[in-house]
């Protein structure tokens, strides 16, 4: 796939209801009728994000999600630019897990209008992801994860050479798969 149609994949959107009507025309979020989730799929764009379309993974996992969903807007996926390396490069959360965050947000809110509802719900999908990826690999921290310190310029080159594809493409694949199967649930 040619980087253009690979970046193009990989940019689907993202921006909540309650948010679009304070955005400029060019970044409000399109709303297009989804089709149902295909977990495959998305498995798929995630990983040709992460891997080949030089996204980390809070921005890829938030573009297959969007996708899956038919949300569409030209903030994503650089709206989850941040949440690299376990936000900010601390090696703190994972970005699976702060990308899945947006993106169930994003599912609730779609479905949702009541506040307190729509609220509730997504801490409550999301603190399932959350725990469920503690329980399959030991912990959601990015440093603990890896086993790199991504403040380091030796650290961020090693991800980039090895750890990314020898390590975290696991992560990527279950995580993707976990929040798949919560959006398939709403």
């Known amino acids: 796939m040619k980087r253009r149609q690979m970046l193009k994949t990989c940019v689907a959107a993202a921006t909540a209801a309650s948010v679009t009507s304070t955005l400029t025309p060019t970044a409000r979020a399109e709303r297009k009728t989804a089709a149902p989730i295909d977990s495959k799929k998305m498995v798929a764009t995630t990983l040709e994000c992460f891997t080949t379309g030089g996204r980390g993974c809070s921005e890829s996992i938030l573009s297959a999600g969007c996708q899956?969903?038919?949300?569409?807007?030209?903030?994503?996926?650089d709206i989850a630019l941040g949440f690299a390396g376990g936000v900010g490069l601390r090696g703190r959360m994972c970005g699976l897990l702060t990308g899945s965050a947006m993106v169930v947000s994003l599912a609730v809110?779609?479905?949702e209008k009541d506040y307190a509802k729509k609220s509730m719900q997504s801490l409550q999908i999301t603190g399932r992801l959350c725990n469920k990826f503690a329980q399959q690999f030991g912990s959601c921290r990015c440093?603990?994860?890896?086993g790199l310190d991504l403040t380091t310029p030796e650290g961020r080159k090693k991800l980039k050479e090895e750890v990314k594809f020898q390590v975290c493409t696991r992560y990527v694949r279950q995580a993707t798969e976990s929040l798949a199967k919560e959006l398939m649930a709403l």
Request: hydrophobic share 40%.
């Open 68 to 77: 899956a969903l038919g949300i569409e807007s030209d903030l994503v996926p």
């Open 109 to 111: 809110a779609k479905k």
């Open 143 to 146: 440093r603990r994860l890896c």
